[in-house]
């Protein structure tokens, strides 16, 4: 576990290799991690973790409620594992997909095999995506969720398999 001090020194030294500029000096504490609004132009700042002192970087194209809703469901990693847990909509969870798993048939202006591909992989749960780059789905997966359509982990991939990151 780190301080907030470690932390802030984290951060300095991403501000000073980086050259990025402090927004506001205000940090927030969101319980397992702290915000700092530090960046540039298609940054609204940095997230240090508690537990480790990892730093992440948030983009500028998601509010800041997705970023941490994306951070505290793992999707702060550039490249991450999809593990579909349960299907309870497969047909929306196939188009939800679709588009979004890069794996599979080759790409071609007919869908369907696709489909086909993601509807065999379905069947054996759980089954894992990636490494994808997930973060600017993050708003889709919330709504997934919402709509109640699958249920999901997202894993770093050097992760062994049946850990995930909380």
Not at 7 to 30: C, H, I, K, N
Not at 33 to 39: E, L, T
Not at 95 to 119: D, I, M, S
Not at 146 to 162: A, K, M, R, S, T
């Amino acid at each position: 576990m780190i301080t907030l001090e470690q932390a802030r020194r984290v951060v300095q030294v991403y501000v000073e290799q980086r050259e990025a500029a402090w927004f506001d000096r205000t940090v927030l504490d969101r319980g397992g991690y702290w915000f700092f609004r530090v960046g540039y132009v298609g940054s609204c700042g940095v997230i240090v973790d508690k537990a480790d002192g990892r730093l992440s970087v948030m983009g500028s194209a998601l509010s800041l409620d997705d970023c941490f809703w994306g951070h505290e469901h793992g999707f702060s990693p550039d490249l991450v594992r999809l593990r579909i847990k349960k299907v309870h909509d497969e047909g929306r969870t196939i188009e939800f997909l679709l588009y979004l798993v890069t794996a599979g048939p080759p790409r071609q202006p007919n869908p369907n095999p696709k489909r086909a591909w993601l509807a065999d992989r379905l069947r054996a749960l759980p089954c894992e995506f990636g490494p994808e780059r997930l973060w600017l789905s993050i708003p889709s997966f919330r709504e997934s969720l919402n709509q109640g359509w699958f249920e999901f982990d997202v894993l770093e991939p050097c992760e062994q398999v049946g850990h995930v990151r909380q």
